[in-house]
T-cell receptor, first 113, second 112 residues
Framework: NAGVTQTPKFQVLKTGQSMTLQCAQDMNHEYMSWYRQDPGMGLRLIHYSVGAGITDQGEVPNGYNVSRSTTEDFPLRLLSAAPSQTSVYFC????????????FGEGSRLTVL | KQEVTQIPAALSVPEGENLVLNCSFTDSAIYNLQWFRQDPGKGLTSLLLIQSSQREQTSGRLNASLDKSSGRSTLYIAASQPGDSATYLCAVSGGGADGLTFGKGTHLIIQP
C-alpha cells in the first residue's frame, strides 16, 4: 500500500493564480481531510470529507474548495492564491470520522509571492 | 472549543535518559488520542493511538497513557536515542471538534 499520496511536493505561485493540490489514498478510508501547518499556529483543519460526495468545512476554509467524487481522491483547490496561503499542506485519512489512526501524506509546501 | 496544550515546548536531554512528554486537553468528550512524530520537512508519523476507553498503549520504547477525566495524556520514551530527536505532537479526536485538534508539539533533542 502507498498510503496517502500528495502532489506536488513543492509549488510556487503568484498572487491571484489558482491551483489544485492532489491527494489520494489506497486504504479504502471513508474520512479524508486537509490541514495546513504554520509556524506558531500548529495544524489547522481546512476541509474534510466523511465519504464520496460529502464535504464540510473545518476551522480555516476560506479561499479553499474541495470535492470528493471518489473514495480515493480528495483534491484541494486554491481559487485565487494569496500570500496568506503560504504554508505546508497535509492530507490525512482514517477509516471513518471518529475512529482509527489518522494517516498523513508527506505534505505539499506552497509559496505564494 | 477543544484546546490541546503540550508541555514542554522544547526539551533537550542526554542520550539514554527516560523522558516524559505531556499533553492536556480541555474537553474530555473525546473518541481517542493520538501521538505523532514529525521530522523536519516531513509529514506526521503515527506513534500510538489510545481509544477513550483505554488507559495506555505501548509500542517498543514508547508508552502513552490517557486520563480522560482529567484531560491528560503522557508519552513516555525509555532509553532515549539520538534518532528520537523530532517534534512530537498530540492530537485528540472528538470533544466537539471536527477532525483532530492538535497541540503545538514538543521539540525534542537527544544529545549523543
Amino acid at each position: 500500500n502507498a498510503g496517502v499520496t500528495q502532489t506536488p511536493k513543492f509549488q510556487v505561485l503568484k498572487t491571484g493564480q489558482s491551483m489544485t493540490l492532489q491527494c489520494a489514498q489506497d486504504m479504502n478510508h471513508e474520512y479524508m481531510s486537509w490541514y495546513r501547518q504554520d509556524p506558531g499556529m500548529g495544524l489547522r483543519l481546512i476541509h474534510y470529507s466523511v465519504g464520496a460526495g460529502i464535504t464540510d468545512q473545518g476551522e480555516v476554509p476560506n479561499g479553499y474548495n474541495v470535492s470528493r467524487s471518489t473514495t480515493e481522491d480528495f483534491p484541494l483547490r486554491l481559487l485565487s492564491a494569496a500570500p496568506s496561503q503560504t504554508s505546508v499542506y497535509f492530507c490525512a485519512s482514517r477509516i471513518d470520522r471518529g475512529h482509527g489512526e489518522l494517516f498523513f501524506g508527506e505534505g505539499s509546501r506552497l509559496t505564494v509571492l | 472549543k477543544q484546546e490541546v496544550t503540550q508541555i514542554p515546548a522544547a526539551l533537550s536531554v542526554p542520550e539514554g535518559e527516560n523522558l516524559v512528554l505531556n499533553c492536556s486537553f480541555t474537553d474530555s468528550a473525546i473518541y481517542n488520542l493520538q501521538w505523532f512524530r514529525q521530522d523536519p520537512g516531513k509529514g506526521l508519523t503515527s506513534l500510538l493511538l489510545i481509544q477513550s476507553s483505554q488507559r495506555e498503549q505501548t509500542s517498543g520504547r514508547l508508552n502513552a497513557s490517557l486520563d480522560k477525566s482529567s484531560g491528560r495524556s503522557t508519552l513516555y520514551i525509555a532509553a532515549s536515542q539520538p534518532g528520537d530527536s523530532a517534534t512530537y505532537l498530540c492530537a485528540v479526536s472528538g470533544g466537539g471538534a471536527d477532525g483532530l485538534t492538535f497541540g503545538k508539539g514538543t521539540h525534542l533533542i537527544i544529545q549523543p
